[in-house]
């Protein structure tokens, strides 16, 4: 369920509207590859999955509704909660998944 300030919208893929002119500048050729390493949509969908469930999690410890956060709050964990994960990848993390992850593929419909 996704919450009613954030909107898929926010996280939309640039790289599709933006075209070359016949000049290419250093300039705009870099421009070029910023936007083409814009995250898939698939990364966008899993962010916008996360700050919705961040903006209605609840459990023991934490209750959104009770913390009456905002989009910037919300905004902010979802944030440091992707810079933690960044500092504690670990190898056997990536194996694990990259196995499920191939092993998910060749499954049949």
Same mark, same amino acid.
């Given at each position: $369920?996704?919450? %009613?300030?954030?909107?898929?919208? %926010?996280?939309?893929?640039?790289?599709?509207?933006?075209?070359?002119?016949?000049?290419?500048?250093?300039?705009?050729?870099?421009?070029?590859?910023?936007?083409?390493?814009?995250?898939?949509?698939?990364?966008?969908?899993?962010?916008?999955?996360?700050?919705?469930?961040?903006?209605?999690? %609840?459990?023991?410890?934490?209750?959104?509704?009770? $913390?009456?956060?905002?989009?910037?709050?919300?905004?902010?964990?979802?944030?440091?909660?992707?810079?933690?994960?960044?500092?504690?990848?670990?190898?056997?993390?990536? +194996? +694990?998944?990259?196995?499920?992850?191939?092993?998910?593929?060749?499954?049949?419909?």
């Amino acid at each position: $369920m996704q919450s %009613s300030f954030f909107t898929p919208t %926010s996280l939309t893929r640039r790289s599709g509207s933006y075209r070359f002119g016949e000049k290419h500048s250093v300039f705009t050729k870099a421009m070029h590859q910023e936007l083409e390493s814009v995250p898939s949509q698939h990364i966008d969908a899993a962010i916008c999955d996360l700050v919705a469930k961040i903006s209605n999690f %609840s459990d023991d410890h934490f209750d959104a509704n009770w $913390m009456h956060l905002t989009e910037p709050e919300i905004e902010a964990l979802a944030i440091a909660l992707i810079q933690h994960w960044t500092e504690q990848l670990e190898g056997r993390l990536l +194996g +694990g998944l990259l196995l499920a992850i191939r092993e998910k593929a060749h499954i049949p419909d």
